[in-house]
């Protein structure tokens, strides 16, 4: 058996909790005690990491991350940098060891803007929106496939976020990311509020409207419990959005998280050499994307989305994981990012 099914076997599905339209099933299960890292915000709070533009010129899909400490640091996947010359999301997640300047691939998240306000980028309190994290996630493996890079789509990642300033009628000068957050804080501090973490929780299935959207795994319940407001804030901007509307047209079945699962199980595994420590496992299947982080012998994070093409879920299935016991218009672009962008642009 894989490292990524050993590691799904040995977890199992709680109880779900309910927020209007979102509901998450907590994943619990072969706690291994703390981490031999500390997440990025941690890092950066403690001026042990810091993250900068790769040099005055800067490049759109890279930045630097450099780690001062005697300690790996954890880069989540989809996890926001906000400042420098535009804000950025990480297009993989990343275990950075101690003592090391490492470039990471990154993709814009913020069209209209190519003007320094910092030196250092700063964490912030939201990741990339869930669907745009499984369109980033898909397109990350088909450049590693092509070219051996982990670039995203640019062009498409900028007109996911253009569709939901505008469908959400957010007011953003630079086509930020970061001002729909904003402009949703109060919504989006609802759905925070409404979910905790239960004890050994190492992460979350999401549910959207009784469809399954995607999950996330780590290595460690505190990586999680860190990380978690974040995951909920991604997963629930989608929640308040226009998604389901907008972009599914499946058929009402009861969705069936065992059977997800089990889609991640039997996806396809590429594994391809992490930018930092470990190996980057691209999964691929007929109903689901995903990617893990496999380092030090074990999955640091695994994360996995439904695919557009089959959402729905068809009877019961069993699984390894046990499943429960009794989910402003657009703004004009900068022309000076011509030339810059990632392998999609």
Known sequence: MNIIAETLSRLRLEQPITFRNMTMYPIVGGSIGEPDYVVLDDAIRLGSAKVTEISEQGSVPELSVVNDSDQLVFLLEGEELIGAKQNRVLNVS???????AVKIPVSCVEAGRWTARSREFRTAPQMHFA??????????????????????????????????????????????????????????????????????????????????????????????????????????????????????????????????????????????????????????G????????????????????????????AGPKSASMSRPSARSARSRRNPKLSGQTGAGE
């Open 131 to 284: 669907h745009g994290r499984a369109a980033k996630t898909s397109q990350v493996t088909e450049s590693l496939r092509s070219t051996g890079d982990r670039d995203s789509n640019q062009s498409r990642v900028w007109k996911d976020i253009d569709m939901m300033i505008s469908e959400m009628s957010v007011d953003s000068a630079t086509s930020a990311m970061s001002d729909i957050f904003e402009t949703r804080k109060a919504d989006l501090r609802r759905f925070a509020d409404a979910f905790r973490a239960v004890d050994g929780q190492r992460g979350a299935l999401f549910l959207i409207n009784d469809k399954i959207a995607g999950l996330d795994i780590f290595d460690f319940v505190s990586t999680f419990q860190k990380l978690m407001p974040k995951l909920i804030q991604s997963y629930a901007l989608d929640a308040i959005g226009p998604l389901e509307s907008r972009k599914l047209n499946v058929k009402a079945e009861a969705a069936n998280p065992a059977h997800f699962i089990d889609s991640i199980k039997e996806a396809v595994q590429e594994a391809f050499t992490s930018v930092g420590e470990g190996q980057d496992f691209r999964l691929s």
């Open 286 to 313: 007929q109903s689901v994307c995903g990617a893990a982080l496999v380092a030090r012998d074990r999955v640091v994070h695994l994360s996995a989305f439904r695919t557009r093409e089959d959402q729905h879920q």
């Open 94 to 100: 990343i275990l950075a060891a101690a003592h090391v």
